[in-house]
Nanobody
Framework: QVQLVESGGGLVQPGGSLRLSCAAS????????MSWYRQAPGKEREAVAV????????YYVDSVKGRFTISRDNVNNTMYLQMNSLKPEDTAVYYC?????????WGQGTRVTVSS
């Protein structure tokens, strides 16, 4: 049974920082492509950052480039999203995703609210 559990969300002021974590359990190894998505109220879910499993280029959506950093600890099966210089438009529920071929797993999401 694969499980992804996000944590680290919360309320932060504009310009602040948060670090999200995604703890993976079950049969997830370094061959899985790990990524962070987010869904803002009234909007579709979008990919924020994708960490390739094969040493390829890390993807960031344009709106977070230079502010967010995705990373992965394969020993502890945990993925992170360091978010700096947060803006109100970053407010959303953030989800981690693991994918290997047709097998896709989602976490339950963690809410990030950027507001003064």
């Amino acid at each position: 049974q694969v499980q992804l559990v996000e944590s680290g969300g919360g309320l932060v002021q504009p310009g602040g920082s948060l670090r999200l974590s995604c703890a993976a359990s079950g049969f997830i190894d370094s061959t899985y492509r790990m990524s962070w998505y987010r869904q803002a109220p009234g909007k579709e879910r979008e990919a924020v950052a994708v960490l390739p499993s094969n040493g390829g280029v890390t993807y960031y959506v344009d709106s977070v480039k230079g502010r967010f950093t995705i990373s992965r600890d394969n020993v502890n099966n945990t993925m992170y999203l360091q978010m700096n210089s947060l803006k109100p438009e970053d407010t959303a529920v953030y989800y981690c995703r693991a994918r290997l071929g047709i097998n896709i797993y989602w976490g339950q999401g963690t809410r990030v609210t950027v507001s003064s």
